[in-house]
């Protein structure tokens, strides 16, 4: 039983890096006929498989269209599996909220990031794109969220992070601010007051689990 319940966790891996969004939610159905838990299916499968998707597109064999279909792979998965988590079992990686800064509308980035996060078991309030500064200290007050991601995607917009952060830390002083974005650096992070800056959305998971850990 173990080496077949493996052997269908490294088939749902292996439907999520080769982008095959039907055979995907096939084989998760297949998990729970078969008895395999949603949770560890989510875990050991689609997120796995987000796993490799992450190191390919770092060494430059994945680029964003492939992560993007990766990412609707791994979602056909999920929308299988999700309604039979039993909710309260597993504690989630850590809460987050998600979103374009203001003025700004370029949201694949803030796609795939959301993507990752969510493979990598976190509870995800996602914003959207061009969200007014207020909304980030809005949600923060309702969720009591770990980490607050801001991006931006134009020099124009990102004059906007400084004061969203100020805002953010003055509601909750101890979440950390991770921002991201085209034309941010870890300096400029610096610069504007936020604990972390992630050049994309494999390392902004990364970032995000160490800084928590501080």
């Not at 190191?55 to 792979?73: G, I, R």
């Amino acid at each position: 039983m173990t080496e077949d319940r493996n052997l269908l966790l490294k088939q749902i891996h292996d439907a999520v890096v080769e982008f095959e969004e039907d055979k995907a939610a096939e084989l998760c159905r297949k998990a729970l006929e078969d008895g395999i838990d949603a949770y560890d299916a989510i875990m050991e499968g689609l997120a796995a498989g987000m796993d490799t998707v992450g190191k390919l597109y770092e060494s430059n064999e994945y680029f964003v269209p492939e992560l993007l279909l990766c990412s609707d792979a791994m979602y056909a998965g999920l929308d299988v599996l999700r309604p039979h988590v039993k909710v309260g079992e597993h504690q989630t990686a850590g809460k987050i909220i998600l979103g374009v800064v203001e003025g700004d509308i370029h949201d694949i980035g803030k796609t795939l990031v959301k993507t990752m996060f969510e493979a990598a078991g976190w509870e995800i309030y996602d914003l959207g794109k061009d969200v007014k500064l207020g909304l980030f200290v809005e949600e923060l007050k309702r969720t009591d969220a770990d980490v607050v991601a801001l991006s931006a995607l134009m020099t124009t917009s990102m004059m906007a992070m400084p004061k969203a952060i100020e805002m953010i830390k003055t509601e909750k002083p101890d979440v950390v601010v991770l921002v991201g974005g085209a034309p941010l650096t870890g300096d400029i992070a610096r610069q504007y007051g936020a604990d972390g800056y992630a050049r994309d959305a494999v390392s902004a998971v990364y970032e995000a689990q160490k800084l928590l850990q501080k």
